[in-house]
């Protein structure tokens, strides 16, 4: 069973950059699907983006696309979010989620393993 754990967030200004880490316990992280989602205060958590096994596919929700960037170094056991172009709304707890089926990635119903979140505050 995946062990994760979320690190990188922080407060930054509108236009700021912060790079999400999620780092996995297991030595078989390569074989586990891996996403990013988000929740802020008062609203249900929402899909930020997904990475597949050997990074073939990637997806984004249309609100990050072209400031977010996933990756993943399945050598180092871990995934990124590389966010930049930081917007007030983008405020919320960011959470890595992992699983070893690789349908609806975008769904959180298709996750069964999640990490403790970190906060990602970004002011105006």
């Known amino acids: 069973q995946v062990q994760l754990v979320e690190s990188g967030g922080g407060l930054v200004q509108a236009g700021g950059s912060l790079r999400l880490s999620c780092a996995a316990s297991?030595?078989?992280?390569?074989?586990?699907?891996m996403g990013w989602f988000r929740q802020a205060p008062g609203k249900e958590r929402e899909f930020v983006a997904a990475?597949?096994?050997?990074?073939?596919?990637?997806y984004y929700a249309d609100s990050v696309k072209g400031r977010f960037t996933i990756s993943r170094d399945n050598a180092k056991n871990t995934m990124y979010l590389q966010m930049n172009s930081l917007k007030p709304e983008d405020t919320a707890v960011y959470y890595c989620?992992?699983?070893?089926?690789?349908?609806?990635?975008?769904?959180?119903?298709?996750?069964?393993?999640w990490g403790q979140g970190t906060q990602v505050t970004v002011s105006s």
């Open positions: 990475i597949s096994r050997s990074v073939g596919s990637i």
């Open positions: 989620a992992a699983d070893l089926r690789n349908t609806r990635v975008t769904e959180i119903s298709e996750y069964n393993y």
């Open positions: 297991e030595r078989t992280f390569s074989r586990y699907v």
